[in-house]
Nanobody, 113 residues
Framework: QVQLVESGGGLVQPGGSLRLSCAVS????????MGWYRQAPGKQRELVAQ???????NYADSVKGRFTISRDNAKNTVYLQMNSLKPEDTAVYFC???????WGQGTQVTVSS
């Protein structure tokens, strides 16, 4: 079956950086679009960044210039490099495959001093 396993979350101070990873199995990775979403307490899940199978990227306005999504098809892995983190970036971050057909379990990112 399709599995998505996120890693790399944690506690970081404002202005710091984290890199999230999402390892994918059970699907032909290089043929699917991938995305990162996040959900803060009391809020709806929102799109953070997407990368298509042809490496086109798209970002939420709130993270443009700070976050970078990338993929390594040889490792079946998608990444989210997060720089200049702000407290409002605090959320559970989810990896999604094939335009929302599959989801990971989520990883907590907390930005606090």
């Amino acid at each position: 079956q399709v599995q998505l396993v996120e890693s790399g979350g944690g506690l970081v101070q404002p202005g710091g950086s984290l890199r999230l990873s999402c390892a994918v199995s059970g699907i032909t990775f290089n043929l699917i679009n991938m995305g990162w979403y996040r959900q803060a307490p009391g809020k709806q899940r929102e799109l953070v960044a997407q990368i298509t199978r042809v490496f086109t990227t798209n970002y939420a306005d709130s993270v443009k210039g700070r976050f970078t999504i990338s993929r390594d098809n040889a490792k079946n892995t998608v990444y989210l490099q997060m720089n200049s983190l702000k407290p409002e970036d605090t959320a559970v971050y989810f990896c999604s495959a094939n335009s929302g057909a599959y989801w990971g379990q989520g990883t907590q990112v907390t930005v606090s001093s």
